[in-house]
């Protein structure tokens, strides 16, 4: 079993939704993590945010995608 990696940290799920999507549409399995009762308490992402978690395996290709800059 692969390890999952958080790739982005958005400031609300929408956003989070849209970048799912298309990773989605690129073969690369996403998942949305967000701490927020459930969707009951929305306001708890603005602490800590709506992480989008992929394969570790598909890290290269999903910063493609999604246009985000290696770490250095």
């Given at each position: 079993?692969?390890?999952?990696?958080?790739?982005?940290?958005?400031?609300?799920?929408?956003?989070?939704?849209?970048?799912?999507?298309?990773?989605?549409?690129?073969?690369?399995?996403?998942?949305?993590?967000t701490?927020?009762?459930?969707?009951?308490?929305?306001?708890?992402?603005?602490?800590?945010?709506v992480?989008?978690?992929?394969?570790?395996?598909d890290?290269?290709?999903?910063?493609?995608?999604?246009?985000?800059?290696?770490?250095?």
């Amino acid at each position: 079993m692969t390890e999952l990696i958080c790739i982005q940290i958005y400031e609300n799920r929408g956003v989070a939704e849209i970048a799912k999507s298309v990773l989605e549409s690129n073969n690369i399995t996403a998942i949305i993590f967000t701490d927020d009762c459930g969707g009951m308490c929305p306001q708890f992402q603005l602490n800590k945010g709506v992480k989008l978690m992929i394969s570790e395996e598909d890290v290269e290709e999903a910063r493609k995608v999604l246009e985000i800059p290696d770490k250095e």
